[in-house]
């Protein structure tokens, strides 16, 4: 990955499926298990983490050439950090729900071993452009396992997707699936899909 | 990691601390002047959402109100809610006690003419979904908190066995969570003391004002 | 087969027993319960019952097949972990719900361990942990034991439409004239309202509660038999049960207005049927003498640390979850010194 490559669209889809940062990298998982109870939480939190991922990979790879290697790290946490002290001001000022439905995650983003991975291994190597649009790739991709996650969850959970009832009114919902456990339960199943996904499409590449 | 070793083996020259040293203040600095810079930019609509959000609460609480405003009380502040003329309907108070969960916060109306509650409304818990979680939205629950004496002891009975003013029609399969607003409620009563005291005193003061302007005296 | 020379590791000595042997066993040993609470709750209690069973086996069946392997139903693992989920249901469960608990119990419970024998858990505690997460509402609904008319029509909610929310009991009860039933059961009584139920009511069983957890005399009874067909380990029990009883006593002493007697926490809700069937489940359970007695106190004293302290009213199914979690690590800590050997620490020393 160091070597440079001259950009395409796989530095775009790459995070969207072939190294998915949820199904495939399995990194991040600590806001994957506990903000998808419902899909507008995914949503929000999904959006945040791309945010942070874009931004700081714009800075780290403008500033990658003037950041000495021994205090990298310690650089990219303060830059990291600085993104997501935004995003917690913008959620803020855009919907106090949402701020409250997400707790501390949005804080936790700093944490998020996505974005320091992306940092260290891409943007810290690449041009800015190219770093922006990997990031973006890899934060749609975390968008989507999130919601993945998040729609099923809150439609078998509760009927409802994004507030709105799509369940007949006779329904029986299951709350185990917005609580902690059903989080487990549908990454797992999430998980299966595309193991099975990935296995079927690699016996055809050795048939064909 | 296969960059890590090769360091490691050749072994560069290090930049000197002050350089490493410099390199990170600079980032810290742009780093404060984004956090500042967003800060500025979004407090306003911050606070906005906060008192939105606050002042939703309070008149959800005190049927009518359509201003609030905060009154200190010792160790806690409680919200004084005015209707359109200016009259002041009641006070919002805020109480906790430990639900299913988690604890249970709620804010309630508390009308201090009347003795008693006259709006209940959720502000965090983590009740079961589905179970202890109807204590946020289910109306008849929440019919329990239109006119609920707080001169006495409240007390939660079984769903549907409310005959007393005092008592609140539990939800049927969430005891524990419909106990917990209950006990919020009873948490409250050194608070609501505190506050007809206030209110008393006020009232008092204000009679006094009234009567020194009717006779035509300045304060 | 073929080869005429037959290599083995041990153990060479067997016992008699053959685990679809004890297996069999289990499932005569839970008739009479499964009789008691048909006779108690009507046919709602039976079609229950019997959806349970079917689903199990059929799970594990099917799932045997989708691996290409022999199938394993015949050891009748599966057919006792249906019966026993039955048995902890409440009888007014609808049967799509009972169904998905069936499921989920063999499947995530069993199957994904990799079948019988190197399941952590007991399986049919899984389906049911499934179900009160996921059926919070109806789980926790009760109907009145001996209820009138209970062999002539089924609880409203058996049958409900798979999907569905169950109807509201409450009119049915109307109609059925049940009076002075309040949809709870001896526990919640207890816990929410300190209302003591009879104690002979509990021995016998003619209250509200699960399909088969009611009668402790008749699971005592039941359980004795297993123990002297040397097919269930009666320390398991005794251990549980013992633990619960003393650690009860020490609240009741000390409060007797607000804590139940020793007596009405052995005899109320799932401890007899969670002690004699659950906590004895030999894939589960701890191996080493000294293991099987902190398993079982683990059990008794969780469970009336959740009654007595928890939000819930009966805390049998977590506590024995959590001590089969707890297995492997009390296997190690317990495990006994070889004949002959000396302590490290006395070996330094000497």
């Not at chain 1, 989507?144 to 078998?156: D, K, M, N, S, T």
């Not at chain 2, 502040?77 to 906790?96: K, P, Q, W």
């Not at chain 3, 049911?128 to 609904?141: G, L, S």
Request: hydrophobic share 50%.
């Amino acid at each position: 990955m160091s070597a440079p490559e001259k950009m395409n669209l796989q530095t775009f889809t790459q995070g969207l499926w072939k190294e998915n940062p949820v199904f495939v990298m399995m990194l991040g998982l600590c806001p994957v298990l506990a903000v998808t109870n419902t899909a507008m939480n995914a949503l929000a939190m999904g959006l945040a983490t791309t945010f942070v991922l874009i931004c700081s990979g714009f800075l780290v790879s403008l500033l990658r050439k003037v950041i000495p290697k021994q205090v990298r790290i310690a650089s990219y946490i303060i830059i990291i950090a600085t993104f997501v002290t935004m995003a917690d001001y913008l959620i803020q000022a855009i919907s106090l729900e949402v701020y409250q439905a997400l707790g501390a995650f949005i804080q936790l983003i700093v944490v998020n071993c996505i974005i320091l991975g992306r940092a260290e291994a891409y943007a810290s190597k690449n041009g800015p452009l190219k770093a922006v649009v990997n990031a973006t790739g890899m934060g749609l991709g975390f968008t989507f396992a999130l919601l993945c996650l998040g729609v099923v969850r809150e439609v078998l959970g509760g009927g409802t997707l994004f507030g709105m009832q799509v369940m007949p009114d006779r329904f029986q919902p299951w709350s185990i699936f917005v609580l902690p456990p059903g989080g487990f339960f549908v990454l797992a199943f999430w998980l299966m899909l595309f193991a099975a996904f990935e296995e079927r499409k690699q016996k055809k590449g050795v048939t064909a | 990691m296969s960059d890590i070793a090769q360091d490691a083996m050749e072994l560069p020259p290090q930049p000197s601390p002050f350089r490493l040293v410099g390199t990170l203040g600079g980032i810290a600095v742009l780093s404060g002047l984004l956090v500042v810079m967003t800060y500025q930019w979004t407090k306003p609509a911050i606070e906005r959402n906060q008192r939105e959000a606050l002042e939703r609460a309070v008149f959800s609480v005190l049927p009518g109100a359509v201003r609030s405003e905060p009154v200190e009380m010792t160790g806690q502040t409680v919200f004084a809610g005015f209707d359109e003329a200016d009259r002041r309907i009641g006070f919002a108070l805020e109480s906790e006690a430990r639900g299913y969960q988690d604890l249970v916060r709620i804010l309630y109306g508390f009308d201090p003419d009347r003795q008693k509650i006259i709006g209940m409304t959720v502000l965090q818990s983590t009740e079961t979904p589905g179970l202890g979680d109807k204590i946020i939205r289910d109306p008849a629950f929440h019919a329990n908190f239109e006119a609920l004496d707080v001169s006495r002891e409240v007390e939660v009975v079984k769903s549907g066995a409310k005959t007393e003013a005092w008592q609140i029609d539990g939800i049927s399969g969430a005891t524990v969570s419909s106990q917990a607003v209950g006990q919020a409620i009873r948490r409250g009563a050194e608070l609501r003391e505190r506050v007809l005291a206030f209110y008393r005193g006020d009232q008092t003061n204000r009679t006094d004002q009234t009567n020194l302007t009717e006779r035509g005296g300045q304060p | 087969m073929s080869d005429p020379v037959h290599l083995k590791t041990s153990p060479h000595l067997r016992g008699a027993h053959s685990v679809d042997k004890i297996m069999r066993h289990v499932v005569y040993a839970l008739m009479p319960i499964c009789l008691f609470s048909i006779v108690q709750f009507g046919l709602s209690a039976l079609v229950l019952i019997l959806t349970c069973t079917a689903v199990c086996v059929g799970t594990e069946h099917f799932a045997c097949r989708l691996n290409g392997r022999p199938t394993t139903v015949g050891d009748w693992s599966a057919a006792i972990t249906g019966v026993l989920l039955g048995l902890i249901l409440p009888p007014s469960f609808p049967l799509w719900m009972a169904a998905v608990a069936s499921v989920v119990s063999i499947g995530i419970g069993k199957l994904f361990f990799g079948g019988l024998g190197f399941n952590v858990f007991n399986p049919a505690l899984v389906g049911r942990a499934f179900a009160q997460a996921a059926f919070t509402v109806p789980i926790t609904t009760w109907t009145p034991a001996m209820a009138h008319a209970r062999f002539k029509e089924f609880i409203p909610s058996t049958f409900t439409f798979p999907f569905a929310a169950p109807p509201d009991l409450r009119p049915w009860m109307e109609r059925l004239q049940i009076d002075g039933f309040t949809g709870a059961t001896p526990l919640a009584l207890m816990k929410f309202d300190y209302v003591d139920t009879e104690s002979a009511k509990l021995f016998v069983g003619t209250v509200a509660g699960s399909a088969g957890e009611t009668s402790s005399m008749l699971i005592l009874l039941c359980g004795l038999y297993l123990a002297y067909r040397k097919m269930l380990n009666w320390k398991i029990v005794a251990s549980v049960l013992a633990s619960a009883a003393v650690f009860s006593w020490i609240f009741w002493v000390k409060d007797p207005s607000v804590y139940p007697t020793p007596l009405f926490t052995l005899t109320s809700g799932g401890l007899m049927i969670g002690a004699v069937f659950m906590a004895t489940d030999m894939v589960s359970s701890p191996v080493t003498p000294l293991g099987v007695v902190i398993y079982g106190s683990i059990i008794g004293v969780v469970t009336v640390m959740i009654r007595l302290f928890g939000g819930l009213n009966e805390g049998v199914m977590y506590a024995i979850l959590l001590a089969n979690a707890a297995t492997p690590l009390i296997n190690n800590l317990t495990q006994p010194r070889i004949y002959g050997a000396v302590r490290r620490k006395k070996e330094v020393k000497a």
